[in-house]
T-cell receptor, first 116, second 111 residues
């Protein structure tokens, strides 16, 4: 299995809702990423997990809460979002070797999030 | 940290012509340079990548060149086709986990 999957594909939520995005990979990759992407802009890094531990948090507001329950799963919990948080949320994974990573990052298809 | 610049931001070419997109980076520790193609509403897809121990790599109509001394790398697409129309992103990465993306080039191939 050489794929990163994400659910749901689309999500519409109000500013008071709580929802979660889910990402899964079964390639044995130990680095997993959340990105936010606006139209025609590059992916903007939010979080990186390395061996199930949060290794990078790019000063993301606390209304976004990541979770890595195991080496195959990555969640992003959403609460009290703002309309400007509407975007494509991409998950990605990458293999890690001792001495560092040196290779391809695989992207999931993304979740299109709309905050009303 | 790393800073990746990408030019041009938009590019229009006639079908069959070549397209060249250029990126520069600032951190000499960067050692992996992927190029992604992203169609509207879809995920970024890796189209070619190059590691710092290689100067050039080719895959059919797509090639990437890397000049480590000048800290720049370029994407070359020959014999362009309408289906090549998309946004292209370059990126740089080192042995850490972070990828630094360029700002993107919107390529339009005119039939």
């Amino acid at each position: 299995d050489t794929e990163v999957t994400q659910t749901p594909k689309h999500l519409v939520m109000g500013m008071t809702n709580k929802k979660s995005l889910k990402c899964e990979q079964h390639m044995g990759h130990r680095a997993m990423y959340w990105y936010k992407q606006k139209a025609k802009k590059p992916p903007e890094l939010m979080f990186v997990y390395s061996y199930e531990k949060l290794s990078i948090n790019e000063s993301v507001p606390s209304r976004f809460s990541p979770e890595c329950p195991n080496s195959s799963l990555l969640n992003l919990h959403l609460h009290a979002l703002q309309p400007e948080d509407s975007a494509l949320y991409l998950c990605a994974s990458r293999q890690q070797y001792s001495g560092g990573s040196y290779n391809e990052q695989f992207f999931g298809p993304g979740t299109r999030l709309t905050v009303l | 940290g790393e800073n990746v610049e990408q030019h041009p931001s938009t590019l229009s070419v006639q079908e069959g012509d070549s397209a060249v997109i250029k990126c520069t980076y600032s951190d000499s520790a960067s050692n992996y340079f992927p190029w992604y193609k992203q169609e509207l509403g879809k995920r970024p897809q890796l189209i070619i990548d190059i590691r710092s121990n290689v100067g050039e790599k080719k895959d059919q109509r797509i090639a990437v060149t890397l000049n480590k001394t000048a800290k720049h790398f370029s994407l070359h697409i020959t014999e362009t086709q309408p289906e090549d129309s998309a946004v292209y992103f370059c990126a740089a990465s080192n042995t850490g986990n972070q990828f630094y993306f360029g700002t993107g080039t919107s390529l339009t191939v005119i039939p």
